[in-house]
């Protein structure tokens, strides 16, 4: 990888970084996302953070100790983003499962809609780098599955929702 191939990953990180962090402020703003909490939720949030901060630290661990055993498998971008990510789904599916992933005033179809269109953006450009130039680079795991491991990430959490506010609902009709 060449200098001008590095100096262009590095400005689409960060232009990408400033558009998402311009549609979250996008989406606060228009009351979207609006992160009103009662205390039991405070709680379960808290419990979720600790569980999602531990699994961050193990993950982080058992990819320093993967690659002193197995030798470097995954470029640093790629194994960030994994750990990041399983720490991330650990937080969300128990903020889920103990109601405590919505605000109070959030609806959640606004969820759903938002995290298919995520799974689905991140999964398609995923696909693309699949087909265009594959997620390994001289046998190492590249930064190019970064897409692919955000859009199963957001689809696994997806899929705990769904599940979850199916059997929620057939609860609270029998």
């Given at each position: 990888?060449?200098?001008e191939?590095?100096?262009?990953?590095?400005?689409?990180?960060?232009?990408?970084?400033?558009?998402?962090?311009?549609?979250?402020?996008?989406?606060?703003?228009?009351k979207?996302?609006?992160c009103?909490f009662?205390?039991?939720?405070?709680?379960?949030?808290?419990?979720?953070?600790?569980?999602?901060?531990?699994?961050?630290?193990?993950?982080?661990?058992?990819?320093?100790?993967?690659?002193?055993?197995?030798?470097?498998?995954?470029?640093?971008?790629?194994?960030?983003?994994?750990?990041?990510?399983?720490?991330?789904?650990?937080?969300?599916?128990?903020?889920?499962?103990?109601?405590?992933?919505?605000?109070?005033?959030?609806?959640?179809?606004?969820?759903?809609?938002?995290?298919?269109?995520?799974?689905?953006?991140?999964?398609?450009?995923?696909?693309?780098?699949?087909?265009?130039?594959?997620?390994?680079?001289?046998?190492?795991l590249?930064?190019?599955?970064?897409?692919?491991?955000?859009?199963?990430?957001?689809?696994?959490?997806?899929?705990?929702?769904?599940?979850?506010?199916?059997?929620?609902?057939?609860?609270?009709?029998?």
């Open positions: 990888m060449g200098a191939e590095r100096m262009g990953i590095a400005v689409g990180l960060t232009v990408g970084l400033a558009v998402g962090l311009l549609f979250v402020a996008l989406l606060f703003r228009k979207v996302l609006d009103t009662d205390e039991r939720q405070e709680r379960a949030r808290g419990v979720a953070f600790r569980y999602g901060f531990f699994t961050l630290m193990g993950s982080v661990f058992l990819y320093g100790a993967s690659e002193l055993a197995l030798g470097r498998w995954c470029d640093a971008m790629a194994g960030g983003c994994l750990c990041i990510a399983v720490s991330i789904t650990v937080f969300a599916v128990i903020c889920i499962l103990k109601d405590a992933y919505l605000s109070l005033r959030e609806r959640p179809w606004k969820i759903i809609v938002l995290f298919l269109a995520l799974s689905l953006f991140n999964l398609g450009l995923g696909t693309v780098q699949i087909l265009r130039r594959g997620l390994l680079e001289d046998g190492v590249s930064f190019r599955a970064v897409n692919l491991i955000c859009g199963v990430m957001t689809l696994v959490i997806l899929a705990v929702y769904l599940v979850n506010f199916s059997l929620e609902g057939r609860e609270e009709v029998e």
